[in-house]
Nanobody
Framework: QVQLMESGGGLVQAGGSLRLSCAAS????????MGWYRQAPGKQRELVAT???????NYADSVKDRFTISRDRAKNTVDLQMYSLKPDDTAVYHC?????????WGQGTQVTVSS
């Protein structure tokens, strides 16, 4: 079993920055993709950014050039640095770890961007 623990959410003004962190623990298959998804009220969960165990990244168009995802394979952590935040970025952000066999989710951390 794998557990994911997020931290770093909060309230920030538009144009501000936040950094989210996620730590994975448990039986982690070495080949995996870690990432961040978000869900705003009344909307479906959507991809924000992912990073493979080889370091390849993928971003939603809405966050490209504003967010940066990074990971530490030795520590099994993934971070999301968010710049130039907009009110539309307000959502619960969930950490994800996916392997060829399983898909794990964290409980989520709230990010609120005020205008």
């Amino acid at each position: 079993q794998v557990q994911l623990m997020e931290s770093g959410g909060g309230l920030v003004q538009a144009g501000g920055s936040l950094r989210l962190s996620c730590a994975a623990s448990g039986s982690i298959f070495s080949i995996n993709t870690m990432g961040w998804y978000r869900q705003a009220p009344g909307k479906q969960r959507e991809l924000v950014a992912t990073i493979t165990s080889g370091g390849s990244t993928n971003y939603a168009d809405s966050v490209k050039d504003r967010f940066t995802i990074s990971r530490d394979r030795a520590k099994n952590t993934v971070d999301l640095q968010m710049y130039s935040l907009k009110p539309d970025d307000t959502a619960v952000y969930h950490c994800n770890l996916a392997t060829s066999r399983s898909n794990y989710w964290g409980q989520g951390t709230q990010v609120t961007v005020s205008s």
